[in-house]
């Protein structure tokens, strides 16, 4: 059973444009979330983080914001660039369990030039 | 660092043949998680092991696969015998303890025909 679901296997965004990323959780004792960026051919790669006392977090172009009510984070990026277009995961994991991390199924960015 | 090392890049073997994937993790990480990625179910944790005792091993599809850890430096994962859904990602993974950072290898690509 899958505690973390990205539901939009595919995004297309223009170059420039916001792109944004949704991730949905039923686990409530997760209590920090990660993004992973992932190209072809490669293993995934930490992009942002957030815990779960915080409702936003900014690190350049990539912002994550936590919905603990709703179970729901996005990945805001802003403004997306050619580079940006990947295999995005979302990953959950909580402290009672080791912080062992949960993935989605991934969503894949394509920037349009 | 060479991070971590996973071997082969690609695997193609017959239904029923025995597979070995192996993963050199980085030095003085102490855990290590095998990790399988399909379109549908995305990143699907396997086993991890903790200072190479395997401490999780509830996501093994079946008796089929098998992991070890003799030391910190090599673990493998074995599949045996081979069918055509075991085709595949493989990624192995570690980290520094509970709450240091995953680092992805480049994964194993598995194809049973």
């Known amino acids: 059973d899958q505690q973390v679901k990205q539901n939009s296997p595919s995004l297309s965004v223009q170059e420039g444009r916001i792109s944004i990323l949704n991730c949905d959780y039923t686990n409530s004792m997760f209590d920090y979330f990660l993004w992973y960026k992932k190209y072809p051919a490669e293993g995934p790669t930490f992009l942002i983080s957030i815990s779960s006392i915080k409702d936003k977090n900014e690190d350049g172009r990539f912002t994550v914001f936590l919905n603990k009510s709703a179970k729901h984070l996005s990945l805001h990026i802003v403004p997306s660039q050619p580079g940006d277009s990947a295999v995005y995961f979302c990953?959950?994991?909580?402290?009672?369990?080791?912080?062992?991390?949960?993935f989605g199924a991934g969503t894949t960015v394509t920037v349009r030039a | 660092d060479a991070g971590v090392i996973q071997s082969p890049r690609h695997e193609v073997t017959e239904m029923g043949q025995e597979v070995t994937l192996r993963c050199k993790p980085i030095s003085g990480h102490d855990y290590l998680f095998w990790y399988r990625q399909t379109m549908m179910r995305g990143l699907e944790l396997l086993i991890y092991?903790?200072?190479?005792?395997?401490?999780?091993d509830s996501g093994m599809p079946e008796d089929r696969f098998s992991a070890k850890m003799p030391n910190a430096s090599f673990s493998t994962l074995k599949i045996q015998p081979s069918e055509p859904r075991d085709s595949a990602v493989y990624f192995c993974?570690?980290?520094?303890?509970?709450?240091?950072?995953?680092?992805f290898g480049s994964g194993t690509r598995l194809t049973v025909v």
């Open positions: 990953a959950a994991s909580s402290r009672s369990n080791d912080y062992k991390l949960s």
């Open positions: 993974a570690s980290r520094r303890g509970r709450t240091g950072g995953y680092t």
């Open positions: 092991f903790n200072n190479n005792v395997p401490i999780d």
